[in-house]
């Protein structure tokens, strides 16, 4: 199979990119191979690029190269030589490939054919070898440095992305307004401008808003369902003058790890230049932007002087002559009693003679570190440990003055502080990235103020690989890392301009194996495979410490490992770009599966996974529910990243353990698998015939299936399409769905309990609501007066998360409690219905709401906010439902209803109306109801229309008024066909509703008992329900009129 091919290779050393998966079926003989090719869909924009796209072509040629061994085992070989090509027309996608032997020993003739059949190219007696790359397998330790090369950008057709956040720093006068008008599609943020005059003060400030920006974007986008997370999502963080600032390329270290933690993410750092000015500057920067969108392999960006310049890496060809270390040296350590401090400790002290070395961190000393200092000491060395936070100035500048005090002139600095908090984006607070971020960037501009004066020959600051590729889970360290490298840059300049001594460089380096920051073997495992790199014997290390500084370079990459294999990851892939995105003007290729044949590939999946999650985590099969998110059965991260090295092996597929973030269960994972990884799984996963024909079989005491669908339902179960979207007009419509809060009742369940114990929930009116001691009396002639101090008072009015739901803090403060209620309560209601919320999306699904009168402008008034924009979204009763329609992007009716006490019936009447017209498919329908302010009690009360003693008597010749309640309910409808063909959960159904007015009765607001009648009858006979054959009404009767 395809699978079986790539897999191969992969396990030979030969890890090819998806353009160059272009094999799509491939049939081998003795002396022959049939192959269909046809490549991914990330990949076809390209071919109005190419006569002979070379994907096409490769994947032609590796078809032929199976045939090379000729013993039917796998064996890597590449192509050496050719005689002839013969091209009648391009190559196409889907096409074949057709490879037979020749006469002559090891060469073959390969022809390509269009679908039609049409010979297009001719390859004749194309010879193949074995690969002759062992020798420099071997581990190596190579030195890399990043560097800018001028590239222009090719011109290429619009791209295609789901979404496009654009971030910008540093941008005096430009606002998002400006951004957003040339840059249509994209959602524009402007970071504001740090309010600190220092370095690492603006750069922190910056990386802590990307952070919040980057994490708000990916929360969002882990909510929507399977079908809006197809395609990629562009971010696109514009600086300006980091030409002169290049410590703000730090910022790239975020956005490289946001790329890996999220594969569906593309992420580039774009410098503008600095000379565009006034109203010029959106204009450019838009025009830029969209010309790096059709180069997502292009991670950052530089423009200078109107030339495009993008950062490579390459290697460098370096060794120790250029720097030693002076006798007598007075060295500054940072993190000194770290496995770095120690082992560059030990390493100085051997090396010259008499040192003094000044080890630092902000621990005391436990008898082991200070048995290690004894030993340096006696080595011959002059060492003190002090205890100090580099992250605080004031210690730093004491430190540095006590050095010069106690030792002289201080004559280097390794800076080798620093301390991680692992988390992925989505789950880091800003509290985690401050304290990762304090020791790199903070402390490395404090120790750089206090030395500026000193006679340094090296200030060598040790720093991550993550800060030069990104790293899972260290967003925020691979960030600071990555100022060390740009800080590095721009001290060497202040030491050309006299304001500086000592050659600056920022070493940044893998894992140890005997010193720094540490991860488990599956993470070291994963970086073996996926990058060849291996952890860094302290040998090599310590030569490469010499030969870094010696190189002069400010940023440098020390690695040990595969060469082969890193030179392929770091230095040649980076010279393309290896990231496709199909063309906005590139027609759709797809074409439609079976669905029978993608449902069985997802169910094989699902049971593989089953059993190995059940394997890793040591327990039963049948314990694992699909749609139960896997940290359940205690995942962490490190069994996560062991399971994901065990699919990589066992699938020979790449997978990055942030996946289970975006697909945390098996379910939602088996999907995601199955789309992406098809062909892998196809291959190696047989049997679609055999389950079928299984399924026919006649099975003695079977269980009827639809028993079985609701013994068992899931709370995320995906929405599952009907077979046709007509139901009968007069179709009944279930309830699958519910949420609320009511007095002394914070859900549904405890609501119930309240009702079967027959519970009194009135209170007396609530502090937190208004003071009612303050109104109590009999009403006066100013109407501010009632002996009424009664209601039914939920808990929590005012409990919200606006980041769950996308809304700023400041724009929640301004919202009507009822509107947040309202966005909680549907989000519940969906979830109990077992929908995954995110499913929704796009989808004809209506919203209907029954709000309370509009209490909360009133407060707003009185405590003297200021009116600004959201003050009118935050009152106006109908952006509540809409707002939920907007966050939940559903397209069917989005209405608010207020119809007093009647406004929750008629909005499921509304609902039910709805979906028989065809409005929409599903509906969320509900009522809310928040007393806040004392008017309105005080109108009903005078009105007489309120119990004195907080009692409802209904239909007593006692009634005397009702008592006022508030709360929040939502149900979710569907067409009860449809309910019962998705096994969904049925708390009840609704038959029929109807509606009408009382027309002219007693008063404005008294009922008229025969139009009620009327409209009771109606709804019976809708339903075509006997009215003796009810057995529990509802009613309401309290003497209102």
């Avoid at 073997?521 to 495979?529: K, L, S, V």
């Avoid at 029954?850 to 407060?859: D, F, M, P, R, S």
């Amino acid at each position: 199979s395809a699978g079986d091919h790539y897999g191969g290779l992969k396990a030979a050393g030969l890890d090819l990119g998806k353009s160059f998966r272009g094999i799509d079926t491939l049939y081998a003989g003795d002396d022959c191979a049939l192959a269909r090719l046809a490549l991914p869909d990330t990949a076809t924009s390209t071919m109005t690029g190419f006569s002979l796209h070379p994907g096409l072509l490769d994947s032609a040629l590796q078809a032929a190269s199976c045939l090379f061994s000729g013993s039917g085992d796998f064996e890597l070989a590449i192509p050496f030589s050719l005689k002839t090509v013969e091209i009648y027309s391009g190559t196409t996608s889907p096409m074949w490939s057709f490879a037979r032997k020749t006469d002559q020993a090891q060469t073959f003739d390969v022809e390509l054919y269009d679908d039609s059949g049409r010979l297009c190219v001719r390859v004749y007696k194309i010879a193949f070898r074995k690969p002759r790359f062992e020798a420099d397998r071997e581990t190596k330790t190579l030195t890399l440095r990043p560097l800018w090369k001028e590239e222009a950008a090719a011109p290429l057709p619009d791209p295609s992305y789901r979404r496009h956040l654009v971030l910008a720093c540093e941008m005096d006068g430009v606002s998002e307004k400006d951004l957003a008008d040339f840059l249509t599609d994209a959602e524009v943020r402007v970071l504001p401008a740090a309010d600190s005059e220092t370095v690492d003060g603006r750069f922190q400030a910056y990386a802590i808003q990307a952070f919040q920006e980057i994490q708000a974007f990916i929360r969002s986008a882990s909510k929507a369902g399977p079908e809006k997370k197809s395609g990629k999502t562009l971010i696109q963080l514009v600086v300006t003058g980091g030409g002169e600032d290049p410590w703000l390329y730090g910022l790239s270290g975020l956005l490289k790890t946001a790329g890996l933690e999220n594969p569906g993410l593309v992420c580039q750092l774009i410098d503008m230049d600095p000379t565009a000015s006034g109203k010029d500057i959106p204009g450019s920067i838009g025009d830029r932007l969209r010309e790096n969108m059709a180069h997502p392999g292009d991670r950052m960006v530089r423009y200078a002087g109107g030339i495009r310049w993008v950062e490579r890496i390459e290697e460098v060809d370096t060794d120790t002559s250029g720097f030693t270390l002076s006798d007598e040296c007075v060295c500054l350590i940072t993190g000194g009693l770290g496995g770095l401090g120690l082992i560059f400790s030990k390493e100085i002290v051997e090396r010259v003679k008499r040192p003094t070395l000044i080890l630092t961190g902000r621990s005391e000393p436990d008898s082991e570190a200070k048995a290690k200092i004894d030993r340096l000491k006696t080595a011959g060395a002059r060492v003190e440990y002090l205890q100090a936070d580099v992250g605080d100035k004031d210690e730093v500048q004491a430190l540095i003055d006590h050095i010069r005090r106690a030792y002289g002139p201080l004559t280097g600095v390794i800076h080798s502080a620093g301390c991680i908090r692992d988390n992925f984006i989505l789950n880091k607070s800003v509290d985690e990235c401050e304290k990762v971020m304090a020791p790199k960037v903070r402390g490395l501009v404090n120790l750089d103020g206090a030395t500026l004066d000193q006679p340094l020959d090296f200030f060598v600051i040790f720093s991550s690989m993550a800060g030069s590729l990104g790293n899972i889970g260290q967003a925020d360290y691979a960030c600071a890392n990555a100022f060390a490298g740009g800080y590095a840059a721009y001290r060497n300049r202040l030491v050309e301009e006299g304001l500086r001594q000592g050659k600056t460089v920022s070493i940044h380096w893998p894992l140890w194996k005997e010193g720094g920051m540490t991860v488990g073997a599956e993470t070291e495992e994963m970086m073996r495979r996926n990058m060849g790199m291996t952890a860094m014997e302290t040998g090599a290390g310590i030569r490469g410490f010499y030969r870094s500084v010696a190189a002069g370079f400010p940023h440098i990459m020390v690695i040990q490992g595969d060469a082969t294999a890193i030179r392929r990851k770091l230095v040649d892939s980076a010279m393309v770009s290896t990231v496709q995105i199909p063309s906005r003007q590139t027609p759709s290729s797809e074409v439609p599966g079976d669905d029978a044949a993608d449902n069985d590939l997802r169910q094989r999946i699902r049971a593989m996974l089953i059993r190995d999650v059940a394997q890793v985590m040591g327990i039963s099969e049948d314990t694992i529910d699909g749609n139960v998110a896997l940290e359940k059965y205690g995942f962490d991260s490190i069994s996560m990243t062991e399971f994901t090295n065990t699919l990589n092996a066992e699938q020979s597929i790449d997978l990055a353990p942030t996946v289970f973030f975006e697909y945390p269960d098996v379910d939602s994972l088996s999907a995601h698998l199955a789309m992406e990884y098809r062909t892998a799984f196809s291959g190696r996963l047989a049997g679609t015939e055999t389950v079928q024909a299984a399924a026919l079989l006649p099975l003695q005491g079977a269980v009827p299936a639809e028993r079985i669908v609701r013994q068992k339902r899931s709370r995320f179960t995906a929405l599952k399409a009907g077979r046709s979207g007509v139901f009968p007009a007069d179709e009944p419509v279930a309830i699958v769905g519910i949420s609320g809060r009511f007095p002394k009742a914070g859900d549904t369940e405890a609501f119930w309990e309240n009702l079967a114990k027959g519970q009194h929930c009135i209170t007396e009116i609530p502090e937190d609501r208004w003071d009612w001691k303050a109104f109590c009396g009999n009403s006066g002639a100013d109407g501010r007066q009632t002996p009424v101090k009664w209601g039914g008072f939920i808990d929590g009015v005012a409990e919200f998360d606006p980041s769950f739901f996308e809304i700023s803090p400041r724009e929640a403060e301004l919202m009507d409690p009822q509107q947040r209620l309202m966005m909680i309560h549907v989000w519940k209601a969906i979830e109990d219905a077992g929908i995954c919320p995110g499913n929704l999306a796009g989808t004809k699904t209506g919203l209907f709401m029954g709000t309370g009168g509009n209490q909360y402008a009133e407060i707003l008034a009185k405590a003297k906010v200021p009116v600004e924009g959201y003050t009118s979204t935050g009152s106006v009763p109908s952006i509540g439902p809409n707002r939920m329609s907007y966050f939940l992007d559903i397209h069917g009716p989005s209405e608010p209803v207020e119809t007093s006490c009647s406004s929750s019936l008629i909005a499921i009447h509304r609902a039910v109306e709805a979906m028989a017209n065809g409005s929409c498919d599903m509906a969320i329908v509900g009522g809310v109801n928040t007393i806040i302010t004392p008017g309105f009690h005080l109108s009903f009360a005078n009105a007489g229309m309120l119990s004195k003693d907080g009692k409802c008597k209904t239909f007593s010749d006692q009634a005397d008024g009702y008592v006022r309640g508030e709360g929040v309910g939502v149900l979710f409808l569907k067409k009860l066909s449809r309910a019962e063909q998705s096994g969904d959960h049925i708390y009840g159904v609704i038959r029929s509703t109807a509606v009408n007015h009382g027309g002219r009765a007693s008063s404005l607001t008294a009922p008229n008992p025969k139009a009620q009648t009327e409209v009771l009858v109606q709804a019976w006979r809708k339903a075509g329900i006997d009215p003796r054959s009810i057995g529990y009404i509802e009613a309401h009767g309290t003497g209102t009129v």
